[in-house]
Structures are given as C-alpha cells and as structure tokens.
C-alpha cells in the first residue's frame, strides 16, 4: 500500500512539474558574431560561448547554400544575415552584397513574421549596424507593411561624435560594448519576446590580421562582452516564468588565411552553431545543419504560425521538435524529375510531394501547388511524370511528412 501511495505521488509530482514546463513563456534571442571561423571558436573556447554550449549545444554547420545549384550563396556578411532571418537562400531573398541591397521581401524575415502572428509578439534588436534594420529587415516600408520594432538600440555606427573612427577600427569593437550592455539591459527590464543581437569588430579584425593574436584578442574580447547578456537571460528564467532559446552563430567562415570572404571554399562555407538548449533533433548534428534552419526552428520554439505559401518556400528545417526526412534532391531524366531524400522517422509516416511550375510567391502572388504523389516516407525517392504540366523549365517541389518539409527546386 505504501509502495503505491509513493508511486501515485511520485507521478502526480512529475505531471506538475510537466504542467509548470508547458506553462514556461517562450522567449528567444540569437546572435550574430561576424566573421569568426570555426575552428577558431574551437582552439579558443570563449568561455561565455563554452558556458551556453555546455549547458547546451555547439556544432559545425555550413553556408552558402548548395554549390553549383540555382541556391549557391555568396559567403557574404549581409548575405548571411538575411539567410539567416529569412530561411531561404540568395536566389529567394536577393540580398546579393553589403551595398546596393535590393532585398525581396515578399520574403518575410522572422520579424514580419512574428508580427504576423494572431496574439501579441514583442520584437527587439540590438545592432552595430544600422542597415540590419532599415534595410534588412526594412522596418517602415511598406513593403513590409510598416514593420515596427518594439525596442531598438542600434545607429551608434552613425555616432561619430560618440564614436569617433579609431585605428584598427576600434569604435566598432567599442560599439559592440554598447549594443551587449544596452541589450543585457533590455532584457533584464523588457523581456522582448524576439531578440536580435548582431556584433560587428571580429569581421574587422580578421579582415586587417587575419587569423592570429590579434584577431583571437577580438574574439575573446567579444565573448567577454556577451557575457552580461548571458547572465541576464540567466537571471530572468531563474526569476520569471520564461524559458529561453538562445542561437548563437557567425555569417560566414574564412578563406585560408582568413583575412577574406565571399567564395565557396570548405573554410568559407563552415560556420558553428551553439544553443543552450539539449533537446535537439537529429537536424542539429547533421552535415546538413546551416543558416536557415534557424528561422523554421525559432518559428517551432515561439509556436508561430506559417500559412502554407511561406512553409513552402522556407529551405531549412527545425532543429528542434520532431523531423523524419531532409537532404532533398531533385534531378531531372527526359520528362521526369527524380526526387529523393533521407529518412530516419517511423516507417509508418507517409510524404505527400506537392509540385508548382510558378514562382508567382517572388513577386507578391499565389502559386498553384499540386498534390502528384504519395509515398512511404521510408521509401526515400519518388519519380514524378511532368509530361501533364506541360513543357516547362521550372519546378518547385515540396514533399512533407506530418513534422517536416522539405523544398527543392528543378530548373532547366
């Protein structure tokens, strides 16, 4: 009889422990330091990034999109940036350099969409870099319906009086202090729902030294500046009902000196990943890891909705929550595209593959998306007869389990 009165209260116990987790207000920040190559984060363990790690994840991941194909991706900083915001690639969002950026926004980055949401979503952004939000995210235009950012703590890189230009470009490293204390301060006080944080100086620094003391300084330097906000979102979860996601990651990696950037080299292409959170799916330690996975796994964690239009054309997928397939591939042979994928799910789930010949989503419009096959998901590979659609160059694919989609183009 005791045995079972302990049972009985053991379980009532860990279901109100259950309650209390699922009760938690979702909150996330994630970051990017500009510029620092993996295996620099990996010789030097910063302490504050190892300190998230641990009580986390780091992993290596990859930009640039997929080499020799219509998404290849220049390994450029706003490039990164907006692959990042938006989950798609160059050939999608159109950012193609740090100037004369003529971004599309039919593209909602995660900031549109989480305005877009039915219930109240508070957004904030912390930047060295002014353009991150009047041009990227193109707060006020109305192309993206006059985006407003709840709290804004960035244009210190227009404060020459406050910041004046320093050799080795040390206002900046300065200004990276700034945005860290003004958003460690933010948070503490605010809570946004969604956090940016962007950092600036380690680019600068490798840049002018490439890699060396002077550059491992900038990153340890920029570690150390993080390490308010760290503790801050440490604090809040101890003392609020909160639970943090936290994504730290860089924009690109370096060439083979890494002073330059923007080619398709292995050194170029690899970046790193770090979260504090552990319950991870098989997406986070897979080669196939990379920017925009980010965007669909903030969407999972906050509970975002995503009209199937925007689903659809996202190429990454969470990291966290359930997924069975990825690794899409599409070839064509005569009239047939040839798609296939991996799979590591139930044997039980089915993949329902949907197929457009329009990229109308580009310009503001609707594609036509058909449903033209279902399959095992375990089955891995599906032929699709595209004789009935007539003769075109270009298709967009998507085949989705009940936990994933994945998107693929074909084009001619």
């Not at 910063?46 to 290596?60: E, F, K, N, Q």
């Not at 390994?75 to 004369?100: D, E, P």
């Not at 956090?195 to 890699?211: E, K, M, P, S, V």
């Not at 991996?342 to 329902?352: I, N, R, V």
Request: hydrophobic letters at 35%.
């Amino acid at each position: 009889m005791i045995s079972i009165k302990k049972r009985t209260f053991i379980a009532l116990l860990l279901g109100l422990f259950a309650l209390a987790a699922q009760g938690k207000t979702h909150k996330t920040l994630f970051v990017i330091i500009d510029g620092i190559p993996a295996d620099c984060i990996e010789r030097l363990q910063p302490p504050t990034l190892m300190d998230i790690a641990r009580t986390g994840r780091y992993h290596r991941a990859y930009c640039g999109g997929d080499v020799g194909t219509y998404s290849e991706t220049p390994t450029i900083s706003a490039i990164g940036y907006t692959n990042i915001l938006t989950g798609t690639w160059m050939n999608k969002h159109n950012v193609r350099g740090n100037g004369n950026i003529k971004a599309n926004y039919h593209y909602p980055t995660i900031f549109r969409t989480a305005k877009d949401q039915q219930r109240p979503v508070t957004t904030a952004i912390y930047s060295s870099w002014i353009d991150n939000r009047t041009i990227l995210l193109g707060e006020g235009r109305e192309e993206t319906r006059n985006l407003k950012i709840d709290f804004v703590r960035d244009g210190y890189d227009k404060d020459e009086a406050a910041y004046p230009h320093q050799k080795e470009d040390l206002h900046i490293r300065d200004i990276d202090g700034r945005v860290c204390q003004e958003a460690a301060q933010c948070i503490s006080d605010n809570a946004p729902d969604l956090n940016w944080i962007y950092l600036w100086y380690t680019d600068d620094a490798f840049h002018n030294h490439g890699a060396g003391a002077f550059s491992d300084e900038a990153v340890m330097n920029v570690d150390r500046q993080l390490a308010p906000v760290w503790k801050a979102i440490q604090q809040r979860e101890k003392a609020n009902d909160e639970e943090w996601l936290v994504i730290i990651t860089t924009d690109h990696g370096r060439d083979a000196w890494s002073k330059g950037h923007g080619r398709q080299s292995e050194h170029e292409r690899t970046i790193w990943m770090i979260t504090n959170q552990r319950k991870l799916n098989r997406e986070f330690f897979r080669p196939t890891l990379s920017h925009v996975d980010i965007y669909p796994t903030i969407c999972q964690w906050m509970d975002f909705q995503l009209p199937q239009d925007i689903a659809f054309e996202l190429d990454g997928i969470s990291f966290i929550g359930n997924t069975d397939i990825y690794g899409l591939q599409a070839y064509g042979y005569d009239q047939t595209a040839r798609l296939s994928w991996k799979h590591d799910g139930s044997k039980s789930t089915t993949a329902t593959i949907y197929l457009s010949t329009t990229n109308e989503f580009a310009t503001g419009g609707k594609d036509k998306w058909m449903k033209v096959a279902e399959v095992p998901a375990r089955q891995g590979s599906a032929d699709i007869d595209l004789s009935p659609y007539g003769e075109g160059k270009f298709y967009k694919f998507v085949v989705k389990t009940p936990s994933t989609t994945l998107t693929r183009w074909l084009v001619k």
